[in-house]
């Protein structure tokens, strides 16, 4: 079974550091994405890499940055949490060429005060 | 992508087949549909695709009408671990990015 893991399932920040969500995938896939999900506004994709040190803006990509320094860790960087980044965030990997399977983590529940 | 309607929700008792529909009359022709769930509180999951044909996997069974404007999700036999949110989507294979879900289908499992 493909498994995703995310470094923390719950995280409270203070406005103005610097946070950091790590994501690692197992599958030896080559896609990683990065969404964020809130209420009423569905799943929004912030950025996606399609090989190591690659990465491609998503539909929100203000306020975040993304690393992929190895092929099954991807990492997500708020560089200046804000209130407004307070979110589900999720971590999801698929092969090259099958873009739509799509196998997500458990999400990190991250509260911005 | 071609715009997808389902059920808001749909209750089913524990052990019968749950049968989710879902209708995507403006697909075309080289759009999949895919069916993703999520259980509270967790990632969505990935359940299966098709483009034609019926499919099945060890988690459902995927049944596509021949004019493809419709299609339903089978969950043979729904334990309540079933309990979820799950969506319906049309996508274009082999180069789409982004999962974008509409609202789903609420399913709930009663003992």
């Known amino acids: 079974d493909v498994k995703v893991t995310q470094s923390s399932r719950y995280l409270v920040k203070r406005t103005g550091e610097k946070v950091f969500l790590e994501c690692v995938q197992d599958m030896d896939h080559e896609n990683m994405f990065w969404y964020r999900q809130d209420p009423g506004l569905g799943l929004r994709l912030i950025y996606f890499s399609y090989d190591v040190k690659m990465k491609e803006k998503g539909d929100i990509p203000e306020g975040y940055s993304v690393s992929r320094e190895k092929k099954e860790r991807f990492s997500l960087i708020l560089e200046s949490a804000s209130t407004n980044q307070t979110s589900m965030y999720l971590c999801?990997?698929?092969?090259?060429?099958?873009?739509?399977?799509?196998?997500f983590g458990p999400g990190t529940r991250l509260l911005v005060l | 992508d071609a715009k997808t309607t389902q059920p808001t929700s749909m209750d089913c008792a524990e052990g019968r087949a749950a049968n989710l529909p879902c209708n995507h009359s403006?697909?075309?022709?080289?759009?999949?549909v895919y069916w993703y769930r999520q259980i509270h509180s967790q990632g969505p999951q990935y359940i299966i695709h098709?483009?034609?044909n019926n499919e099945t996997n060890e988690m459902a069974s995927l049944i596509i009408t021949e004019d493809r404007k419709s299609s339903t999700l089978i969950l043979p036999h729904a334990t309540l671990r079933d309990t979820a949110v799950y969506y319906c989507?049309?996508?274009?294979?082999?180069?789409?990015?982004?999962?974008?879900f509409g609202q789903g289908t609420r399913l709930t499992i009663n003992p």
């Open positions: 989507i049309v996508i274009l294979g082999q180069g789409a990015q982004k999962l974008v």
């Open positions: 999801a990997s698929s092969l090259w060429d099958v873009k739509e399977t799509q196998y």
């Open positions: 098709g483009l034609k």
């Open positions: 403006t697909i075309s022709g080289n759009e999949y």
